[in-house]
């Protein structure tokens, strides 16, 4: 159970059903549709055999749309080899009941039990929530260490730090972060003092904000320059409401900023989960799901820009799964990236889909 707050704020990004008959909302979760994906032409699974770990998903039971294992499973049975995944804070699960603030616990409990479940070896080879990446209001400041122990405890070994959005915009167009009422948080002393534990609790920040906000993510990186900051959806870029029609300029201001992020070299970053805030194309309004190439073409861009700024050993894969499932099947996905990095040497493939985030995340991989 959420407080009356989130769930405003979650209501506002989960949108149900798509309707082809509405303009598209941007920004907004909406339910796979799997009449639309199965639209999909097939495609050979690229390199079938390249480890993959995916190192960002969500699983959820909400009363429009469940994402659990079973479900999440099917989607990685597409064919490519997915050997582990980590799992990313969606408010799922919570406790229904004690502090409010130790109510994300829930959700690493749960997830937990998941990551048990696939440790049996009845579901498969992948190791489903390897990693697990909570929840904790680190603007509790002090406060939050115990809520950082809490989830340790119930992690069971896999807990591996905390994501707390920062993403906000003036336009109410583009949905802000649950919480968020304005810029500024990462430049926070309350944040930074939260920030100050879960560092020496040897846990991540997975950060995410929209690209304009960069700026306060480098100076939390450089505020903090042994904390392990990993950069979500690199770095937020924005394709609609204020930001349509000005692709070259948001470009241009967003490779700006994460070439200042990447001079951090406690920062690391997650390539991909830009499917609902780059708005490259109207996955609603098309009649079948693009193909790999034409998605390798929309995100080409900005991840082989990702990969020259950071290097392969400070980048990492995700699915972003079910979020980029309104636009796109598993398969294609992989494919895409898989087309997007052709030009990488094996070495650098290895890095980029598997060995960054086995070491970022500390998973213990062979």
């Known amino acids: 159970m959420v407080s009356k707050e989130t769930a405003s704020s ?11 008959n509405k303009p598209t909302r941007f920004g907004r979760i909406f339910t796979p549709d799997d009449i639309w994906l199965a639209k ?19 699983l959820w039971d909400r009363p429009d749309h469940r994402y659990l294992l079973d479900e999440f499973l099917a989607d990685l049975g597409s064919g490519h080899n997915v050997v582990a995944t980590v799992f990313e804070e969606c408010h799922a699960m919570y406790r229904a009941n ?13 997830v937990a039990g998941v990551a048990a479940m696939s440790d049996s070896g009845r579901y498969g080879a992948a190791r489903i929530c390897a990693g697990i990446v909570g929840f904790a209001d680190l603007t509790l400041g002090d406060r939050a260490a115990g809520v950082l122990e809490a989830e340790i405890a119930a992690g069971g070994g896999r807990f591996r730090g905390v994501r707390h959005s920062a993403a906000w915009d003036a336009d109410p167009i583009i949905g802000n972060s649950h919480g968020m009422s304005g810029p500024g948080l990462y430049l926070s002393s309350e944040f930074r003092a939260g920030m100050r534990r879960l560092a020496a609790l040897n846990l991540s920040l997975d950060a995410w904000l929209f690209h304009p906000q960069l700026a306060e993510a480098v100076d939390l990186a450089r505020a903090f320059p042994t904390a392990n900051i990993i950069m979500c959806h690199m770095g937020g870029p924005l394709g609609y409401g204020p930001y349509a029609g000005r692709k070259d300029e948001v470009f241009a201001s967003w490779k700006a900023s994460m070439k200042e992020l990447a001079a951090c070299p406690n920062v690391s970053v997650k390539l991909g989960g830009v499917m609902m805030r780059l708005a490259a194309y109207d996955y ?4 079948a799901p693009p193909s790999s190439d034409e998605l390798a ?24 799964f079910p979020v980029e499932k309104m636009g796109i099947g598993s398969a294609a996905l992989w494919n895409a990236f898989k087309r997007m990095v052709a030009g990488a040497s094996p070495a650098e493939k290895t890095a980029i889909f598997s060995g960054t985030a086995n070491r970022v995340y500390r998973l213990g991989l062979p």
């Open 40 to 58: 999909s032409l097939p495609e050979p699974i690229l390199e079938p055999d390249l480890p993959i770990v995916d190192t960002h998903h969500h």
């Open 10 to 20: 979650l209501g506002s990004m989960f949108q149900g059903a798509r309707d082809p």
């Open 297 to 320: 073409k929309h995100w080409g861009p900005y991840v082989k820009t990702c990969i020259d700024l950071f290097g392969p050993d400070r980048c990492m894969v995700e699915s972003n």
């Open 98 to 110: 004690g502090p409010e603030e130790m109510k994300p616990v829930g959700e690493v409990e749960f």
């Open 284 to 287: 609603m309004k098309l009649p």
